[in-house]
């Protein structure tokens, strides 16, 4: 019996033209992303402006990548003009589709004839739920609290009832695959604008959950011993170690959280899921390439990794910090000046750190997204050779691909990660 295939989106996230070409370069068969304020990561990433849209659909289409616009904040009624703004914007520039969740949105979208996509933030979590939406959506996010086994029969549920989509075709489900996982539902929570007027719901998140915190007695004001202070700070998503069951529940998309974090995080995370996936569809996915793939991911922003809800277990696995436990982490050290394409070689300004043979790298910008090597010959704009150029000194490395003037040199190194 030929060994089943699976046909599965890759979705990644960008909050800059560096991590859009990132997600482009590593595999990613769509992307997603915000402009301006009515967006959920409208403070932690970068985004977009209403001139940007034209520029990002061309180059998803002159990729073969879908594009999606997220508009999915709680709307009030001064940001429905925006909304229809933007939603109409999309259209023009032939962008893929919008998510969204205040109903506002949906049936704008769905009046004037835009794909949309249910956002995480409803908190769809049953067959009738789907059912209803499907009525607009061309495709649903799941709420990030279900395990496999729910999903599963949901995607049972889908082909048996025959739910399908405005455009006929069985409804497909999304979920996430890696990234932050947040202790409200779905994302959904109120701690900030409780504390700093701040709302999360309306892309504003201060993430007062990542804080420490002490649990005090009011009678008799003794504090209680915690293990972790962190008492709120649930670990970052990671599904690659059970992928093939991940699959196997009938997800459709696989969607990668990290709007707000780097070129290189979208790199690394994106290329483990696209050789996951490719290993799984050829059968050589295996515990050794799982480990491999699992010790390059810890490698990048995350707040330790556990497997979120999805295997059924219960959720005692709390971050040890609320920052990043990634093991290496990047300094800036200088721009690029020029670009030889002959030789493969780049001339440098140091303007912030020294390098040195060996040191590893990125190289990131707008259009080259990001390039990672290793610093195996080193000379100076004169031509000497050298093992260590100091800050100020222009030097030239070979590189494996073009990058352009003024993007930035970063030096990797092992992360000091302190208790």
Known sequence: MPKKKYQVELLAPAGSYESLMAAIDNGADAVYFGVGHINMRSVSAANFNLADLKKIAQLCQEHKIKSYLTVNTVLYDTDLKMMRTLIDAAKV?????????????????????????????????????????????????????????????????????????????????????????????????????????????????????????????????????????????????????????????????????????????????????REAIDSINSDTYTLKKVLAWEKKLGTVFNRGLSDGYYLGKPL??????????????????????????????????????????????????????????????LRLAAGSKTTEAPVGQTITISVDKPVKKNDGLYIIKPRKIYD
């Open 316 to 377: 005692h696995e709390w971050s040890a910090s609320g920052n990043s436990q990634a093991t290496e982490e990047k300094y800036f050290a200088g721009t690029v000046q020029h670009y030889f394409p002959k030789i493969k070689v780049a001339e440098i300004l140091l303007n912030a750190q020294a390098i040195k043979i060996n040191d590893k790298y990125s190289i990131t910008g707008p259009s080259t997204g990001v390039l990672f090597g290793q610093v195996r010959s």
């Open 93 to 273: 520039n032939k962008i893929s589709a919008v998510i969204v969740s205040d109903m506002a949105a949906i049936q704008y979208a769905h009046r004037i004839g835009l794909p949309l996509h249910i956002s995480t933030q409803l908190s769809v979590s049953n067959v009738e739920a789907v059912k209803f939406f499907s009525q607009y959506a061309d495709q649903i996010v799941l709420a990030r609290e279900l395990n496999l086994k729910m999903i599963a029969e949901i995607t049972k549920q889908i082909t048996k009832q025959k739910i399908t989509n405005p455009a006929g075709h069985l409804i497909p489900i999304e979920a996430f695959v890696h990234g932050a996982l947040c202790i409200g539902i779905s994302g959904r929570c109120s701690m900030s604008l409780y504390n700093e007027n701040s709302s999360a719901n309306r892309g504003a998140c201060r993430q007062m959950c990542r804080r420490r915190y002490r649990v005090t007695d009011l009678e008799t004001n003794k504090e209680m011993v915690l293990d972790n202070e962190f008492v709120m700070s649930p670990k970052d998503i990671c599904a690659i170690g059970f992928l093939k069951d991940f699959l196997a529940a009938g997800v459709s998309s696989l969607k990668i959280e990290g709007r707000g974090r780097s070129p290189e995080y979208v790199a690394t995370v994106v290329r483990a899921y």
